[in-house]
């Protein structure tokens, strides 16, 4: 063989050896999912819900990375900052989009510009609740017993949907609490149960178990109709709150300017997924209701959370 037939023969095998790995099918590798809070926190659970189903659909392991802090805008920040090629995603709810960014003392990211939203999952209502011995015996009760100096309630951290619950509770009920941030609802979770804290307000997701087990008081859900999880919880419209109405939406984000065949398989993958009874149920269990949508609509539905929640955060004065 001459070298310059040679020549060709080695560089075709070189473009054959190579062409396979320059146009991969995503994903080849595994897929890291970044939740924004600490782990055993309503997020936290319903990631690793998704995590197993969702790696068995794309043939890769999803690999949930708890990032909590800041209202949610580390973890956050980490996926927009990251490259957007599908193997950085987000637990997406309503801090770290709707609420946290805005309550920092610089907005770190435009949460509808720089996110790719690929699916919504479902939406939950917020529980107010409290510890059965040193928290108020009902939601109108919470103005004599704030009443006492220092009181305080605690969230999943600031800027999440909890801590303005609360601070939108203490306007309309003329109180004074000090709010108290954790990294997420399971810490928050123990030191309500250990007396530490008198209330907590979290999304309902992790918190029905220790209700029905008397380990903590259910003082209301922030939706109009009552929970079918707990059916003896008042709401705060039957306790003449309207305006605590709240829902936490849980789904999936990654960073802006994903490929379009990426977002496409990922949101086929996630709607199969909320579609299986198995899940269905899941979510029930944990207060969840499932909601299916497709990417552009899901982007337009943040977008409408973010200008919603804007007059809350701000009549809530909340200070970084």
Do not use: C
């Amino acid at each position: 063989m001459s070298l310059h037939r040679h020549f060709l023969a080695a560089t075709a095998a070189a473009v054959l050896l190579i062409a396979p790995t320059a146009h991969a099918a995503w994903p080849d590798k595994p897929v890291r999912l970044v939740v924004t809070f600490a782990a055993g926190g309503a997020s936290d659970i319903v990631a690793r819900v998704i995590a197993e189903p969702l790696a068995k659909a794309l043939g890769q392991p999803i690999v949930v990375d708890n990032k909590p802090g800041a209202g949610g805008t580390i973890g956050g920040l980490d996926v927009v900052r990251s490259a957007p090629d599908g193997y950085t995603l987000m637990l997406s709810n309503s801090t770290p989009t709707s609420i946290g960014p805005f309550t920092v003392p610089k907005v770190p990211y435009d949460p509808v510009k720089q996110f790719t939203h690929v699916a919504m999952l479902g939406v939950a209502p917020v529980l107010i609740m409290a510890n059965p011995k040193t928290g108020p015996a009902t939601l109108k009760d919470l103005p004599k017993a704030a009443a006492a100096p220092g009181y305080n309630f605690g969230s999943g951290g600031p800027g999440s949907i909890g801590h303005i619950v609360g601070e939108m509770a203490k306007s309309a009920m003329k109180i004074e609490m000090t709010h108290i941030p954790y990294k997420g609802g399971a810490p928050m979770t123990t030191d309500l149960i250990s007396g530490q804290i008198p209330v907590g307000i979290d999304v309902i997701t992790a918190f029905v178990p220790m209700v029905k087990d008397g380990k903590i008081k259910a003082l209301a859900v922030t939706t109009r109709t009552r929970s079918p999880l707990l059916p003896e919880v008042p709401t705060v419209v039957e306790l003449g709150l309207p305006q605590l109405v709240a829902e936490n939406y849980f789904g999936v984000s990654g960073p802006a300017g994903m490929p379009a065949e990426v977002t496409d398989k990922l949101s086929k993958a996630l709607a199969a997924i909320v579609a299986d009874p198995a899940i269905v149920k899941r979510f029930e269990e944990l207060g969840i209701t499932t909601v299916k949508m497709a990417p552009g609509e899901f982007g337009t539905f943040v977008a409408k959370q973010v200008s919603d929640w804007a007059p809350a955060i701000k009549a809530a004065d909340i200070k970084p």
